[in-house]
């Protein structure tokens, strides 16, 4: 049985994201409609947060970063780990989302700060420094136009030795490296397609970037079920790297 919250999400899916405006603009006329029950829906499809989260292991005393934080569903991924941390800066464009990050950030008074700002421009109150021990996407850097440079970003700002960590849909290249999964071509037409619609990329080189540019930690690709779509299976992937020293 679909319920209410889902039926206004699967609506909103449906109608795509706008076309015209800025990319703030566009996130925030797409997302605010649905802020107050993102989450309920999002967590039967975005899959390997939690994982990607416990893989990551930020010590005590570590500052971590998230880009396209959202609603700040994954501070709760954390648990009382989150306490023992320096600080955690969250960051995301959509206000209506925030929004809903800003109450669960209450909840961490001192250490965990909201910024609504651009992901590749976001730099960190530390005068240039290299700080952060941790940086993360979470189906976000397929949501960023220009995703290289947000990337590129989240390397600047880490400390040498740090780790980023990416967990997003994607599909493969048509000659992927060796060892990595081979999407079929049907996959990788429909799936850019279907997604561009909601203004998610599913750039075939996305991946092979973010370990092009980093140490391999752990590398996983997966399959995720769809919501209401049962015998559809969509890829992703989940990636933890550490960023070169030189």
Same mark, same amino acid.
């Given at each position: 049985?679909?319920?209410?919250?889902? %039926?206004? =999400?699967? !609506?909103?899916?449906? &109608?795509?994201?706008? &076309? +015209?405006?800025? @990319?703030? *603009? %566009?996130?925030?006329?797409?997302y605010a409609p649905q802020a107050g029950y993102y989450d309920h829906f999002r967590e039967r499809l975005l899959h390997g947060r939690r994982e990607l989260i416990a893989a990551l292991q930020p010590a005590p005393g570590q500052w971590v970063v998230e880009l396209g934080g959202g609603t700040g569903r994954n501070l709760d991924f954390f648990g009382a780990r989150l306490g023992t941390l320096a600080r955690f800066d969250l960051v995301d464009l959509c206000p209506s989302l925030l929004a809903q990050a800003r109450l669960r950030a209450a909840q961490w008074p001192g250490i965990v700060r909201v910024h609504e700002a651009d992901a590749t421009r976001f730099r960190p109150d530390t005068e240039g420094r290299q700080v952060a021990d941790c940086v993360y996407f979470s189906y976000s850097l397929s949501m960023i136009p220009d995703w290289? #440079?947000?990337?590129?970003? +989240?390397? #600047?700002? /880490?400390?040498?030795?740090?780790?980023?960590?990416v967990v997003d849909f994607y599909v493969s290249g048509? *000659?992927?490296?060796?060892?990595?999964?081979?999407?079929?071509?049907?996959q990788r037409q429909c799936?850019?397609?279907?997604?561009? @619609?909601?203004? =998610?990329? /599913?750039?075939?080189?996305?991946?092979? *970037?973010?370990?092009?540019?980093?140490?391999? =930690?752990?590398? *996983?690709?997966? !399959?995720? +079920? /769809?919501?209401?779509?049962?015998?559809?299976? =969509?890829?992703?992937?989940?990636?933890?790297?550490?960023?070169?020293? @030189?």
């Open positions: 049985m679909i319920t209410t919250q889902d %039926r206004q =999400v699967l !609506l909103h899916l449906l &109608r795509g994201q706008p &076309r +015209a405006g800025s @990319h703030a *603009e %566009r996130l925030e006329n797409f290289r #440079r947000a990337l590129c970003n +989240a390397l #600047r700002m /880490l400390k040498p030795g740090g780790l980023i960590g048509k *000659e992927p490296p060796p060892g990595r999964q081979r999407h079929g071509w049907l799936w850019p397609r279907w997604f561009r @619609h909601d203004g =998610v990329s /599913l750039d075939g080189g996305q991946f092979d *970037e973010v370990m092009r540019l980093t140490e391999n =930690v752990r590398c *996983e690709e997966h !399959l995720a +079920a /769809l919501p209401y779509l049962p015998g559809l299976r =969509v890829p992703y992937y989940l990636y933890i790297g550490r960023k070169k020293n @030189h």
